[in-house]
């Protein structure tokens, strides 16, 4: 444990109030704990993530009116089709089922679903239901909703290392074109342009493991860890988690600002 844990662990005990000028603009969650949720309420594992999609409702709006730009959420690694059948099977019709109920939220709230990962490698009617909510959401101009499904971060740097390899062999660049900000261009995150990089990662459920999630993108990211297992994951609990990111003084490897109240 560091010492600026306990500074934090204060801070959680304070009512949250928090700098809106300073809002992470991207955030990315790694939903974690559902099956240890079910475990403890004498439930299957599935219906963790039952419970877990309709927290992600309730996150995403809260998301959204925080002022989130990007919010990016882990519901499927490249190392989940490890896990029993039925389970997978459960987990690949939730998009249906989630983007049935909600797209209507989603255009009233001007929030426009992004997906990245090996969707062409998901059953095809998941791959329908994010198809269609993508198009159903592609004029939307607020927040951006970002599912990683299907997706892992060594396997997306390698992708993006064969497509620049083609471009080389094409004669569209030379190797010494690349350099970060055209491999960046080649990984997923590409799209969100200016937002690729998480400024704020939350892992619930008391894990302090990446899982394969953004390796690249997360080079400059705060990290906070928090023991709530995903269908216990609050507004309540997100801002004290953006209030925990406020408390952090980032850096980027220059110098500390004369800011003598930060760490
Ligand atoms: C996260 O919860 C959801 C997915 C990985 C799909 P888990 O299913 O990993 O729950 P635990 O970690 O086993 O409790
Ligand atoms: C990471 O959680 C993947 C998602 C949340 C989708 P896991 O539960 O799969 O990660 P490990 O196996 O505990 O590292
Ligand atoms: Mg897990």
Redesign the pocket.
């Known amino acids: 444990m560091f010492f600026n844990d306990r500074h934090e662990e204060r801070a959680d005990k304070q009512a949250i109030e928090l700098d809106g000028q300073q809002i992470p603009q991207h955030i990315a969650i790694i ?6 949720w079910a475990k403890g309420q004498n439930l299957p ?1 599935v219906a ?2 039952q419970r ?1 999609m309709e927290v992600v409702k309730d996150i995403t709006k809260a998301a959204s009116d925080l002022g989130v730009k990007v919010l990016t959420l882990y ?2 690694s490249t190392e ?1 089709w490890k896990r029993p059948e039925t389970e997978v099977g459960f ?1 690949m019709k939730l998009p249906g089922k989630f983007f049935d109920t909600f797209v209507p939220d989603l255009i009233a709230n001007n929030i426009r679903v992004n997906v990245i990962g090996y969707v062409d490698q998901l059953p095809a009617y998941t791959q329908k239901a994010v198809k269609n909510a993508i198009a159903q959401t592609a004029n939307n101009t607020g927040m951006v909703l970002n599912f990683a499904l299907n997706y892992g971060g060594r396997s997306e740097i390698v992708s993006g290392a064969q497509e620049l390899a083609q471009q080389v062999l094409n004669g569209e660049i030379k190797p010494e074109d690349i350099d970060e900000t055209r491999f960046s261009q080649a990984l997923m995150t590409a799209s969100l342009n200016k937002y690729a990089d998480p400024d704020l990662l939350i892992r619930t ?1 008391g894990e302090e493991r990446l899982s394969n999630f953004l390796l690249w993108q997360i080079a400059y990211s705060e990290f906070v860890f928090v023991d709530e297992h ?1 269908p216990d994951f609050t507004s309540e609990v997100l801002k004290r988690a953006i209030m925990i990111y406020q408390s952090r003084h980032r850096r980027f490897g220059g110098l500390a600002e004369n800011k003598s109240d930060k760490k």
């Open positions: 939903m974690d704990g559902n099956g240890r594992r963790g993530h877990g519901a499927f989940n987990l459920s995903w």
